[in-house]
């Protein structure tokens, strides 16, 4: 299984084969609260790196998510959309609570996105 990378706006990306499953970091989810709404992006669409791409609502805020990287959504996890889903973003936001899958346009990019251990520094500040 490949190696996560985080982006600094909490969103992390397991990359293989030209494509990127992309979701939010226990950090993220943390903060959040309980997700009660996920509006997922449509298939197909384009987005830049630091694009905003679909939203998540709390019980505290909706907070936009961004794209960690360039590229086309190709799918999305359908299972969110179910009564009851999002709680899979809040019982494992690394693995079954995973967002979209994006069709890497620029997989340089991923040299940019932080290790897990250098986005344990990013969030303790050093």
Not at 27 to 47: D, K, N, Q
Not at 90 to 117: H, I, K, Q, T
């Amino acid at each position: 299984m490949a190696e996560l990378k985080y982006s600094r706006d909490h969103q992390w990306v397991r990359a293989a084969d030209g494509r990127a499953v992309v979701g939010i970091s226990e950090f993220a989810r943390s903060e959040l609260g309980e997700i009660s709404f996920v509006e997922l992006p449509p298939l197909g669409r384009r987005c830049a790196q630091g694009e905003a791409v679909c939203a998540l609502d709390s019980l505290k805020s909706t907070s936009e998510i961004y794209a960690p990287l360039t590229g086309r959504v190709v799918a999305v996890n359908e299972r969110l959309r179910e009564e009851g889903g999002c709680a899979r973003i809040d019982s494992d936001p690394l693995g079954e609570g995973w967002l979209f899958v994006l069709e890497l346009e620029r997989p340089a990019e991923l040299a940019g996105l932080l290790s897990a251990e250098e986005y344990e520094r990013f969030l303790a500040g050093g």
